[in-house]
């Protein structure tokens, strides 16, 4: 491409009244040499107008807007895909942030905004001349099917939404029916007004319309045996359910086991390990993955004071919605369910229980009282949770004088005669219970599927299955706030009972959102552009292979294994998984991987745009790296509120604090600023970043950096990493500002000058 440049300053919003626009038009016409004009409102439609005649007159391609927040006015600023703008925000992080001066100190107040301005436009012209058009990447080959594994509800529904959409699909069950758990249910909860009676079970009519959908192809008795590729080209191998391929783990043998084997006198558990279709390793190729294999009743027999297991009158909830099913509660005159362990200090639930157990409950109940009109239903709960128009559901069974549900820990269960006595304390009633009842109910939670089976095995290097399901109980890892359906490979999202317990309308909802996900992916991969959370950006990762060292960083960091290895062990990118986020840019130490509008030399060359004052304590420069996901809008919002931030500090974002390489903050000190804070997400149990773990590896890249600055001579507290939530833009000026009071006090930057 080749460009011609222009800047364009915005007066309005008070940016004219508070700068001197014609000394910032002299530093981008004189300093950066390219031609600059001013307008008094860009965003409007004579500022369009404006720079658009400026295209079509002259030939201008490439746009420098100074003016508001690049997370504002972006339609306005878009000028079509042949153009490159970059955003100078004047007024969120310039005006807006500074704050009212000092008294006697309007003069220097206004000296350092100017500074702080002149920076901005500095680095904003910086960005421009490095950036370069970018270019989709696109597939060779494209297939648009979409794989659904699981033929249960959240499966069904994937399918028949997907198939509305025009998607082809192909339904992958291990089963050799379709319909999955609820295929058992005796009854269904009430999904309409006034929710109070239970509905005839729906799942039969839903197998009905999928196998009458002819976008739809089923495979019984089937497992998948193996899933390879990207996004748009998935290469899935299948296997015979139950039966071992090459790719499953082997079973361990023991040394005597062995001695056996080659004995003939036992079978060897790894033999046949062959892929489906006898021997044939074909893969079917697939657009997306929807994962909807459910859930198991989670265990309880570690309860013993229970009885579970030693008790025949002691069944779980999922056992006793079979006895309904099939026909099998005459005879039952009082059942007691029992939705906690209970204990003597124990107000916690069963593993996995949620507000589906709590309702399954309410159900169940109600089943022992239309099979028998004198019968009794004793719940017994610490916690009862029946969200949305379940309350309805709630209190019509709290009118039947024949349930009675009451806060209670249970104590014990024994068996009596025909059937059990349960003992409990610590009730509504004040007073401690005995139970005698013909049948106890206990409220099994339920576990994902992905807890113990390695329900995708994965051709990735990074491992054949999700990463840190201990984190996420076992469940399907996702961003759990802004991307629920999205695991961390990209392509596979998830639904049902494996990314979160819920009922059958939230399952409905939930795998027609996942449906709806796994089409946006693979339309975006046919485009050639990158899926959440950079939803539509065409670059991808470039890696100048010639200086590769395969450290292999880039492919253990990478947050969704987007890396694998060719035979030589030398990063193989699979760009359509990629989020674009730049954590492999960030690992790598010899600065061979960036794209084509954010690289090492791009950021580092708008670093060293910054002017750096010479022996002058009021004018240190502290460098912020702030993640565009959380903490530079939490930034633009604190600058909304007249929020003042020291006019020390320079922001720079970026896409991801993963991808902040260790190289600029060394030659950011190095030539004589004085500080460095990286600003991104929130990580841990909780964590909030977009991209999983970017903000977790670099926190861990600065602690690494501290102990090189000690050889340098420099103190590790001029760097900094800090994780702040988007709603935090109260706390972040305070959080800045003290950085930029410790850095003062530790002195200007002894590199100063050099």
Not at 214 to 219: A, E
Not at 321 to 345: D, Q, R, T, Y
Not at 411 to 430: D, F, Q
Not at 703 to 712: F, S, V
Request: glycine share 10%; net charge negative.
């Amino acid at each position: 491409m080749d460009k011609k440049y222009s800047a364009y300053i915005c007066t309005g919003c008070g940016i004219g009244e508070a700068l001197d626009i014609e000394a910032l038009n002299k530093i981008a016409s004189k300093e950066m040499a390219m031609d600059c004009k001013e307008h008094a409102c860009l965003c409007g439609a004579d500022g369009r107008a404006f720079i658009e005649k400026d295209m079509n007159e002259n030939g201008v391609n490439t746009i420098v807007v100074c003016a508001c927040s690049p997370r504002v006015m972006q339609n306005e600023f878009t000028f079509g895909d042949d153009k490159i703008t970059v955003r100078v925000n004047l007024r969120e992080q310039v005006i807006w942030s500074a704050g009212t001066p000092d008294e006697g100190k309007e003069d220097s107040h206004k000296e350092w905004l100017q500074e702080t301005a002149s920076d901005y436009v500095r680095m904003g012209c910086t960005r421009a001349k490095k950036t370069e058009l970018p270019e989709a990447f696109q597939l060779e080959t494209m297939n648009k099917e979409i794989l659904v594994m699981g033929g249960g509800i959240a499966g069904l529904t994937a399918a028949l939404e997907a198939s509305k959409a025009g998607s082809k699909v192909t339904i992958i069950e291990k089963a050799d029916k379709l319909g999955g758990k609820a295929l058992g249910w005796a009854k269904q909860f009430p999904t309409k007004l006034p929710y109070a009676d239970l509905e005839e079970n729906s799942i039969g009519s839903m197998v009905a319309a999928v196998e009458a959908d002819g976008n739809i192809s089923v495979k019984l008795n089937t497992e998948v045996a193996r899933i390879g590729g990207a996004p748009g080209d998935f290469a899935v191998t299948l296997k015979a359910a139950g039966s071992k391929s090459e790719w499953d783990a082997p079973a361990k043998v023991g040394v005597d086991e062995q001695d056996l084997i080659s004995q003939g006198k036992m079978e060897d558990p790894n033999a046949g390990l062959k892929p489906y279709a006898e021997g044939n390793t074909e893969a079917q190729k697939f657009g997306a993955v929807v994962l909807a294999t459910g859930w198991v009743p989670a265990d309880v027999s570690q309860f013993t004071h229970l009885g579970y297991g030693t008790n025949d009158k002691v069944v779980t909830n999922a056992q006793f919605e079979k006895m309904a099913k099939e026909g099998k509660l005459g005879g039952l005159k009082s059942v007691a369910f029992i939705m906690s362990p209970g204990g003597e200090e124990n107000d916690q639930d069963f593993p996995y229980c949620n507000s589906v157990t709590s309702m399954v409950a309410l159900k169940q109940a109600k089943y022992v009282r239309e099979n028998n009109a004198d019968a009794k239903a004793y719940i017994l709960y610490q916690h009862m949770r029946t969200p949305g128009h379940m309350e309805l559901f709630y209190k019509g069974i709290q009118q039947d004088d024949g349930i009675f549900l009451t806060k209670a820990a249970v104590t014990g269960v024994a068996a009596s005669g025909s059937g059990c006595t349960v003992t409990a304390k610590n009730t509504l009633l004040g007073e401690d219970l005995t139970l005698a009842v013909d049948l106890v109910v206990l409220a099994a939670g339920m576990e994902p599927t992905t807890k113990y089976e390695n329900s995708i095995n994965l051709a990735y290097r990074q491992g054949p299955a999700f990463l840190d399901l201990d984190l996420f109980d076992g469940y399907a890892d996702s961003h759990f706030i802004c991307f629920p359906y999205e695991t961390r490979r990209t392509g596979i999202y998830t639904c049902g009972g494996v990314r979160k317990a819920m009922n059958m309308e939230e399952t409905i909802d939930d795998a027609t959102g996942a449906a709806l996900k796994a089409i946006q992916c693979i339309e975006s991969a046919d485009r050639g552009v990158a899926v959440h959370p950079r939803s539509g950006d065409k670059t991808y990762p470039e890696f100048f292979f010639q200086r590769c060292t395969q450290c292999k960083r880039c492919t253990e960091e990478c947050p969704f294994g987007a890396l694998d290895d060719d035979a030589k062990g030398t990063p193989l990118p699979n760009p359509t998984r990629c989020r674009r986020c730049g954590t492999c840019m960030g690992a790598c130490p010899e600065r061979i991987i960036g794209f084509k509008d954010y690289n090492i030399d791009l950021i580092g060359s708008m670093v060293k745009a910054i002017e750096v004052p010479e022996e002058d304590e009021d004018k240190l420069r502290v460098v912020i790296f702030a993640c565009e996901n959380d903490a530079y809008p939490a930034l633009d919002m604190a600058g909304m509120r007249r929020n003042k931030i020291s006019h020390m500090v320079r922001i720079i974002p970026v896409r991801c604090l993963g991808s902040v390489n260790m190289a600029w903050v060394r030659d950011l000190l190095s030539a004589g600023m004085d500080g460095a804070m990286l600003l991104g997400c929130k990580y841990g149990d909780d964590y909030q970043c977009h991209f999983v773990k970017g903000s977790e590896i670099a926190t861990k890249r600065m602690e690494n950096i501290g102990d090189t600055l000690k050889t340098l001579g420099l103190e590790p507290e001029r760097v900094r990493s800090e994780q702040v939530a988007i709603t935090e833009y109260d706390r972040i000026p305070q959080l800045v500002n003290d950085f930029v009071s410790e850095i003062v006090d530790l002195g200007p930057n002894p590199f100063k000058g050099f």
